[in-house]
């Protein structure tokens, strides 16, 4: 059975530093894409970052660049997202979303999310 | 940046209606990469579709989709109570990836 665990989240003050972990399991983590996605409290979903199998590419949404990176760690069969500069408006659930293959792929699996709140 | 417009905002329906929902994007989706979701309270998004009109494992055949270029469609034929949820559309063809705003779709 495919999961997705995630974990790290919590509260941080403005321009504080997260990491987010997300833990693998039932499936050849390293032959596929991994993503994050992230829902704001009453808004939509929102992609914020894509790593393909091999760490070999890496997209970034526009409002993230530059201040999250995103990693994975194929023996451990784990995906990191390291946030920092972090801002308000990045109060959300975090998914990790596994892609359907190992490039661009719809998103065929979903964690449970981690809450990560931004305030002072 | 592809910009994905869902309508209607909110779709009431009854059991057993039929559902259209549709996802108009700003410039042409890559290679037809263009999924639905749905999401209901307290769930982890579903996929239902992707490659426009190929549906996910396990998903019943009440669900299709269709569409190119910029305009597509999610239909579902009959509804069944557990359908009523929220949908959204992602395109997966180009970075940004995007998800539009969604369609709540609920019980008239």
């Known amino acids: 059975e495919v999961q997705l665990v995630e974990s790290g989240g919590g509260s941080v003050q403005p321009g504080g530093s997260q990491r987010l972990s997300c833990a693998a399991s039932?499936?050849?983590?390293?032959?596929?894409?991994m993503n994050w996605v992230r829902q704001a409290p009453g808004r939509g979903l929102e992609w914020v970052s894509y790593v393909s199998s091999g760490s070999n590419t890496i997209y970034y949404g526009d409002s993230v660049k530059g201040r999250f990176t995103i990693s994975r760690d194929n023996a451990g069969n784990s995906l990191y997202l390291q946030m920092t500069r972090l801002r308000d408006e990045d109060t959300a659930v975090y998914y990790c979303?596994?892609?359907?293959?190992?490039?661009?792929?719809?998103?065929?699996?979903w964690g449970q999310g981690t809450l990560v709140t931004v305030s002072s | 940046e592809i910009v994905l417009t869902q309508s209607p905002g909110t779709l009431s329906l009854s059991p057993g209606d039929r559902a259209t929902l549709s996802c108009r994007a700003s410039q042409s989706v890559s290679n037809n990469y263009l999924a639905w979701y749905q999401r209901k309270p307290d769930q982890a998004p579903r996929l239902l579709i992707y490659g426009v009109s190929w549906r996910a494992t396990g998903v019943p055949d009440r669900f299709s989709g269709s569409g190119s270029g910029t305009d597509y469609t999610l239909t579902i034929s009959r509804l069944e109570p557990e359908d009523f949820a929220v949908y959204y559309c992602q395109q997966y063809g180009s970075s940004p990836y995007t998800f539009g705003l969604g369609t709540k779709l609920e019980i008239k």
């Open positions: 039932g499936f050849t983590f390293s032959s596929y894409s």
């Open positions: 979303a596994r892609g359907g293959g190992p490039g661009r792929s719809a998103f065929d699996y």
